[in-house]
């Protein structure tokens, strides 16, 4: 059997007040043989109610929503539902919104000027572990944390083996990249991310990103 064909599937919830935008992304999204969305939302409290409901791999989200926003659903989402990842995908390219969304606890955040192949390539990413930043707006989170940590800290916890892993996580790459660069099995790499949240006792890559930058461990 190919590699494709033994692509896990994916499952989705679709949280937008736009029917018409809803619709168009269920239609690009089943278009793809390892995509399955299995429920749509109309406002936050529905997509969290709806996460709850049927546990997604992923929780495709927009900011701007009746009754409960976005970046609201993200923290009660991810608060709740660790194990649901949240995509954010929203027309806002506002510095403001991205990281509040970081903060939220959301493992990506695509555009909607974006093309399609990025929201797709964003979705496997983060499925695998990894994080999708916009170029654009990752490079102000690189430079907002320089300014505020100018001098990178020499003091760690970690084991050589772990930062060299920290910072390809916050380089946005997925469990299976990392473990192909370093030869390593993918098991491996996953025990190495426990154990650095752990250690750092941190909850979300925003503050792993934020983490990596103060070390030095990631250059802008």
Do not use: C, W
């Amino acid at each position: 059997m190919s590699a494709e064909g033994l692509r896990q599937i994916i499952q989705l919830i679709i949280a937008d007040d736009h029917t018409i935008v809803r619709e168009g992304l269920v239609s690009l999204l089943e278009d793809e043989p390892d995509l399955k969305v299995v429920g749509q939302a109309g406002t936050g409290r529905e997509a969290v109610a709806l996460a709850r409901r049927h546990r997604p791999d992923i929780a495709l989200l927009d900011i701007t929503m009746p009754d409960m926003t976005g970046l609201e659903a993200t923290r009660a989402i991810t608060a709740e539902l660790p194990e649901v990842k949240v995509l954010i995908l929203t027309m806002h390219e506002e510095e403001a919104f991205f990281f509040e969304a970081l903060r939220a606890g959301a493992a990506g955040y695509v555009l909607k000027g974006a093309g399609s192949d990025e929201l797709l390539s964003a979705i496997r990413a983060v499925h695998e572990g990894g994080v999708h930043l916009p170029a654009k707006l990752a490079g102000s989170l690189v430079r907002d944390y320089l300014e505020r940590h100018p001098e990178p800290a020499t003091d760690s916890p970690l084991t050589p083996r772990e930062r060299e892993i920290l910072a390809l996580i916050a380089q946005g790459l997925t469990n299976r990249e990392i473990a192909e660069r370093l030869t390593l099995s993918v098991n491996t790499v996953k025990t190495h991310r426990l154990h650095i949240y752990q250690k750092l006792d941190l909850h979300n890559r925003a503050a792993l990103i934020q983490y990596a930058i103060r070390h030095g461990l990631l250059r802008g």
